[in-house]
T-cell receptor
Framework: ETGVTQTPRHLVMGMTNKKSLKCEQH?????MYWYKQSAKKPLELMFV???????ENNSVPSRFSPECPNSSHLFLHLHTLQPEDSALYLC???????????????FGPGTRLTVL | AQKITQTQPGMFVQEKEAVTLDCTYD???????LFWYKQPSSGEMIFLIY??????QNATEGRYSLNFQKARKSANLVISASQLGDSAMYFC?????????????FGQGTELSVKP
């Protein structure tokens, strides 16, 4: 496997379910990100991890709980979601948090989540 | 205030012709980077091109070039010789240097359709 992978690709869940999204990067990067992409809206950053430490929580509701056990893996644990949480959830990674030309973020294919 | 503005929700271009996708931005940080990403229907965000605020020349990557006009705060993407595979959503994004959290701010995107 190369690049950034995400599983599952599609997920349908009820509001009382608990599920987890998984992201894995094979690029040797140290920073990982969760983004939410709703229809007709710009991508919204949710969380940032750098060297396994959370560096940003963009006022995300507590029903979304991230976990970063190591620099290669990132999880998003979901519980008691609402229908408006239905969206494409994208994971990304970069070398670290520095700015600059060679530190672009590489994205996974996303998990399309539907909350019923 | 919106930091990244893409005013064209949808664009059409004839195959083999050039097309310009507009992007304007707003920042008070003198140091920043501008990115363009392509998102096909599969969902994955693909990095296309980067322009740093201090770069003297416009960035180019193959058929992609960035028309960077700093005084106007615009960073338009030019795709030359359009191909059918260029049909996708295109997102402009900005990262400010004083943002230590690695946050990319995205525009709302432009959907490009290439006609045969």
């Amino acid at each position: 496997e190369t690049g950034v992978t995400q599983t599952p690709r599609h997920l349908v869940m009820g509001m009382t379910n608990k599920k987890s999204l998984k992201c894995e990067q094979h690029l040797g990067h140290n920073a990982m990100y969760w983004y939410k992409q709703s229809a007709k809206k710009p991508l919204e950053l949710m969380f940032v991890y750098n060297f396994k430490e959370q560096t940003e929580n963009n006022s995300v509701p507590s029903r979304f709980s991230p976990e970063c056990p190591n620099s290669s893996h990132l999880f998003l644990h979901l519980h008691t979601l609402q229908p408006e949480d239905s969206a494409l959830y994208l994971c990304a990674s970069s070398q670290d948090l520095r700015s600059g030309r060679h530190n672009e973020q590489f994205f996974g294919p996303g998990t399309r989540l539907t909350v019923l | 205030a919106q930091k990244i503005t893409q005013t064209q929700p949808g664009m059409f271009v004839q195959e083999k012709e050039a097309v310009t996708l507009d992007c304007t931005y707003d920042t008070s940080d003198p140091s920043y980077g501008l990115f363009w990403y392509k998102q096909p229907s599969s969902g994955e965000m693909i990095f296309l091109i980067y322009q740093g605020s201090y770069d003297q020349q416009n960035a180019t990557e193959g058929r992609y070039s960035l028309n960077f006009q700093k005084a106007r705060k615009s960073a338009n993407l030019v795709i030359s010789a359009s191909q059918l595979g260029d049909s996708a959503m295109y997102f402009c994004a900005m990262r400010e240097r004083n943002n230590q959290g690695g946050k990319l701010i995205f525009g709302q995107g432009t959907e490009l359709s290439v006609k045969p």
